[in-house]
């Protein structure tokens, strides 16, 4: 049973526009909500990260926005650079990291 | 460097045989975990361990072992390789209950059951 969707497996946005990556989860009594990024042939880095107790955390051209009633995460990156092209992952936190099954963006100039 | 190191990179494997698979960290995390990377499907948590001694299972644990003798070292073990195992595979590390902060993973090892 699926705890962390993200129904977008991809994703393609011009160079300098805003990319907007959704995320759904199922258990409202999860703590944190992370998004994280991968490059091909490397791990997971971590991007930036949202307290159940907050609605919004921005990290320059990063931002998450958190609606509990939906239980919807999204990644905004405005704007948009080629180097942002990547698989995406939300995850989940509790006493373990849940992922859902990733967005691959692709920001094209 | 500082960070979690897995070996090996790349591996074949028959199927039916047993092979290791290596992690260590030089962090001092208490908290380290094995994902394996499948198209379409995330990352999906194999084992996991809160500290030297303790383990336990995740989404998909059938197939694989491990142990945690040391807060280092967390090895994951297939005992009798089959072709479904074929995968990408991470190990991660955190200091425990830091969920905000996010865990540091490996570079991963690519494995190949024929």
């Known amino acids: 049973d699926q705890q962390v969707k993200q129904n977008s497996p991809s994703l393609s946005v011009q160079e300098g526009r805003i990319s907007i990556l959704n995320c759904d989860y199922t258990n409202s009594m999860f703590d944190y909500f992370l998004w994280y990024k991968k490059y091909p042939a490397e791990g997971p880095t971590f991007l930036i990260s949202i307290s159940s107790i907050k609605d919004k955390n921005e990290d320059g051209r990063f931002t998450v926005f958190l609606n509990k009633s939906a239980k919807h995460l999204s990644l905004h990156i405005v704007p948009s650079q080629p180097g942002d092209s990547a698989v995406y992952f939300c995850?989940?936190?509790?006493?373990?990291?849940?992922f859902g099954t990733g967005t691959r963006l692709q920001v094209f100039p | 460097n500082a960070g979690v190191t897995q070996t090996p990179k790349f591996q074949v494997l028959k199927t039916g045989q047993s092979m290791t698979l290596q992690c260590a960290q030089d962090?001092?995390?208490?908290?380290m975990s094995w994902y394996r990377q499948d198209p379409g499907m995330g990352l999906r948590l194999i084992h996991y361990?809160?500290?030297?001694?303790?383990?336990d299972q995740g989404e998909v644990p059938n197939g694989y072992n491990v142990s945690r003798s040391t807060t280092e070292d967390f090895p994951l073990r297939l005992l009798s390789a089959a072709p479904s195992q074929t995968s990408v595979y991470f190990c991660?590390?955190?200091?425990f209950g830091r969920g905000g902060y996010g865990y540091t993973f490996g570079s991963g090892t690519r494995l190949t059951v024929v």
């Open positions: 995850a989940v936190c509790t006493d373990k990291l849940i």
């Open positions: 991660a590390s955190s200091y």
């Open positions: 361990s809160v500290g030297a001694g303790i383990t």
């Open positions: 962090m001092n995390h208490e908290y």
